[in-house]
C-alpha cells in the first residue's frame, strides 16, 4: 500500500464536479486522449505529475535530448492546420523544439483548463458498487470518476543505479530524466557518467567538447549509427507541409509506423558486394534506416544479424583511433539491433579526444561511489558533476508505482509480477473501466503514431458505451489468454527477445526485474492494426459490458 495522507475534501473530491473520465498524465497521449473525450462532450480530469505538459520531452532536458524519428513523421497528425502551423527546424528535433511543440499544441486546444499540474496519482482504486475509479494524489486530495485512462509513458520510471554510496556524492548529481530545469554549465567541468545506452549517447556526444574531463562508465556497449541530423530548409519545409497525407500514410504501410520498412531480400542470398553496398547505404542514411528498413532478415536470423554486426563493428574500428577502446566499445553479447539502436553523431569519434575516458566497468567494476566521485577496483574518480543515464523501468513501472486495486482488491501489481497479461494492450483482466494508451503488448515503434491509433480506438469504444447506455467494460479472460500468447508467440520469432534491455523488461537496479518478459506486440503495427478494427468492426465481442 502506498502510504499517502489521509484524504482531504477539496475540489476534486466535490461530487458536482463529475469527472466522467480521468486521465493519468499529459504527455503526447494524455493530452491528445484529453482532446478526444472533450470532442464527446466529456467532463474530463488529467492528472500529471509536472508542472506543464509534455511528459519525456518535459522531465529529459539533459544536454543532446532529441528525436531519433524524422520531426515530421513524428507530430500529431490530427489537425490539418496545426501540420500547416508548425515548423520543424531539424530533420530531428532537438528536445527544446519539441516542448515548444507540445506547449504550442496544449496553447492552440486549450488543454491546461482541465488539467491539474504537480499531481502525482499514487493510488487508483475501483469501487465495485459504486463503479468507479477512485484516485488518490500524493497530496491526499482524491477524485472519483467511472473511467480511468492511463497515458503514463513507458518511459517515465527512471531508475537510479544500485551503487553503494549513491547519496554520499557531494556535487551536483542526477539522472538524465530529472536533469535541472535551470541552465547549468559543464563547461571545463569534471563530469563522470554512468551508462552508454541511447540517452547517454546523446548526452556525451554534446558535452564532450566543452568539460573539461569526462569518464564515461560503461557496463555493457551498445551498438549505434548515424544520425545525420540537419536543419529543414525552406523548400524542403514546403514539401514536408504539401505532403503530410503521403508522409503518414507510409508510416500506416510499416511495420514500425516510421517511414522506413524492411527491405524483402534476405541479408543471406545476395552477393556479399550487394550486401556490402546496401549496407553502406544505409549507414550513410539518415534516421532508422539501417536498423528497421534492413534486409527482412537482420533482426530474427542470427547469420544474417552476424553479418549486419561485423559490418558495424568494422565502422567502429575505423572511428575510433585506440584498438583496444575501439574494442571496448563494439557489443559482445548482442547483435546489431537487438537492443534499441541509438542514434549517433559523432560518438565515436569522442573517444579520440584527450578528456574523454572510457572506463569498462566489467574490468574494474565500481566499488562505491564516494563524496569526491567514483571509486572502481583500480582508481579513485574526482568529478564535480555525477551523470546517471541509467534509465528507466520500461512499461510496467509506471504502473507498478500507482497502487492501482480492481475489484475485491485485486493488485495489478500482483497480477503483472511475472509478466504482465492483458487485451490488446489496452485493458488488463479484473480491471474494469481501465484503459490503458500504449500500455504493455501494444505495438510500438513511432511513438506518436502508435498512441493517435490507440486513441482514437479508445475513443470509439467509449462513444460505443455512451450510445449504448453502458457503464462498464472488461475485456472476456478468453479473449486476455489468447492476446497475450499471440503477444509472447510474436515477439519469440525476434532475436531481441533473447536479449536484456528495457524492452524485454530487464533492470537489474528494481527487484525482480532480472527476467525477460514481453513488453510489446511485435506482430507488427500493420497486423495490429488490422487486429484492432477487426475487434471494433465486429462489436467487441471479445468484451464484457454492463
Ligand atoms: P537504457 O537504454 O536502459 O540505458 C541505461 C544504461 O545505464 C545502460 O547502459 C545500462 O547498462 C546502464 N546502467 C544501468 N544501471 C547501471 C548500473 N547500476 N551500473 C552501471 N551501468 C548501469 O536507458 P536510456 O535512458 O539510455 O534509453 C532509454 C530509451 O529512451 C531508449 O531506448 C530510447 O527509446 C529513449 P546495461 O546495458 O544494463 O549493462
Known sequence: MVASPAPTAGAESDPAAGWEAIIIGAGIAGMYQLHRLRELGMRVRVFEAGSDVGGTWYWNRYPGARFDSESWSYGYSFSEEL?????????????????RYLNHVADKFDLRRDIRFDSRVVAAHFDDAANRWTVTLESGEQARAPLLITALGPLSAHTLPNIPGRDSFEGPAFHTA??????????????????????????????????????VFQRTPNWAAPLHNRPITPEEQKRIKASYREIFERCRQTDTCFIHQADPRSALE?????????????????????????????????????????????????????????????????????????LESGYYEVYNQDNVLLVDINETPIERITPKGIRTSDAEHEFDVLIYATGFDGVTGPYDRIDIRGPGGRRLKDDWAGTPRTFLGMQAEGFPNMLMVLGPHTAR?????????????LTGLIRHMRAHGLTRVEPRPEAVAEWT???????????????????????????????RRTLGYYGGAVAYRRKIEAVAAQGYREFEFR
Open 83 to 99: 501540420l500547416q502551423e508548425w515548423e520543424w527546424p531539424e530533420h530531428f528535433a532537438a528536445q527544446p523544439d519539441t516542448l
Open 178 to 215: 530529472r536533469w535541472p530545469r535551470e541552465p547549468m554549465s559543464l563547461a571545463g567541468k569534471r563530469v563522470g557518467i554512468i551508462g552508454t545506452g541511447a540517452t547517454a549517447i546523446q548526452v556525451i556526444q554534446t558535452i564532450a567538447g566543452e568539460v573539461g574531463h569526462l569518464a
Open 270 to 342: 545476395v552477393s556479399p558486394e550487394e550486401r556490402e553496398a546496401f549496407w553502406e547505404k544505409l549507414y550513410a542514411e539518415p534516421g532508422f534506416g539501417i536498423w528497421v528498413g534492413n534486409f527482412r532478415d537482420v533482426l530474427t536470423d542470427p547469420r544474417a544479424n552476424a553479418l549486419a554486426s561485423e559490418f558495424v563493428a568494422r565502422k567502429i574500428r575505423e572511428r575510433v583511433r585506440d584498438p583496444k577502446v575501439a574494442e571496448k566499445l563494439i557489443p559482445k553479447n548482442h547483435g546489431f539491433g537487438t537492443r534499441r539502436l541509438p
Open 445 to 457: 515503434g513511432n511513438i506518436p503514431r502508435n498512441i493517435e491509433e490507440i486513441v482514437d480506438w
Open 485 to 515: 500468447a499471440h503477444v509472447e508467440e510474436a515477439a519469440s520469432r525476434l532475436l531481441f527477445s533473447r536479449v536484456n534491455s528495457w524492452q524485454t523488461g530487464v533492470n537489474r537496479n528494481v527487484e525482480g526485474r532480472d527476467v
